[in-house]
């Protein structure tokens, strides 16, 4: 799929990922609900938790869901009108621009939600298996950095389970790139220190 393309096709896949994964919609959510700059609260994240932190619970669900739907219309946007191998390159594409959004100093989220949406439109099998496994892990140990390493991890074997290896090989690179993410979540999981859903500390 990946050699199908002209470099035109590319730029343009993945240009739109770039566009619509910059977009921070966790700023954007928390300044509307009057809670300010969210960068200033808690751990400095545009993510849904931390938009949650500034008391604004309908601003951190809809960070939620637009975040995962910009992964999500990148990808059915480019497999649509570009083809499946454009499709890859515009997820990678809205990956790195949730986590490095150029109108905000390139400083952006962790990319779970953005992940969930792009394994949604990959294949729904696989993003539902995904997001199973989040809440399978958060009913268990109660700890939302864990449950996102977790289903990240799993999400290229649902993919290979599914015959789909080009797919499966991007979730594993964008799996990689969340666990980079998460490597002071994962300091403190080691340490016993990470907090537990419902007492979140400063630096999820």
Not at 160 to 181: D, G, H, R, T, W
Request: glycine share 12%.
């Amino acid at each position: 799929m990946m050699f199908d393309m002209n470099w035109q096709t590319a730029l343009a896949a993945s240009l739109l990922g770039y566009a619509l994964g910059s977009i921070p919609f966790g700023l954007l959510f928390s300044w509307a609900a009057g809670a300010g700059d969210v960068r200033k609260v808690g751990s400095g994240n545009i993510g849904a938790t931390n938009v949650l932190r500034t008391g604004k619970r309908w601003a951190a669900a809809a960070t939620l869901l637009c975040d995962a739907g910009k992964g999500f219309v990148s990808v059915l946007i480019a497999k649509h009108y570009l083809g499946s191998g454009a499709a890859i390159i515009a997820a990678a594409g809205s990956f790195a621009g949730h986590l490095f959004p150029v109108w905000i100093g390139f400083k952006g989220g962790k990319g779970v939600a953005t992940f969930l949406g792009i394994m949604f439109a990959l294949s729904p099998i696989a993003g539902a298996g995904t997001a199973l496994s989040w809440v399978a892990a958060a009913s268990i140990w109660r700890i939302s950095s864990l449950s996102a390493l977790i289903s990240a991890a799993l999400a290229p074997l649902y993919l290979l389970m599914l015959y789909q290896p080009a797919f499966a090989i991007l979730a594993a690179v964008l799996a990689i790139a969340i666990f980079i993410m998460h490597r002071a979540n994962i300091a403190r999981l080691l340490a016993g220190t990470e907090p537990r859903i419902g007492a979140l500390s400063v630096h999820s």
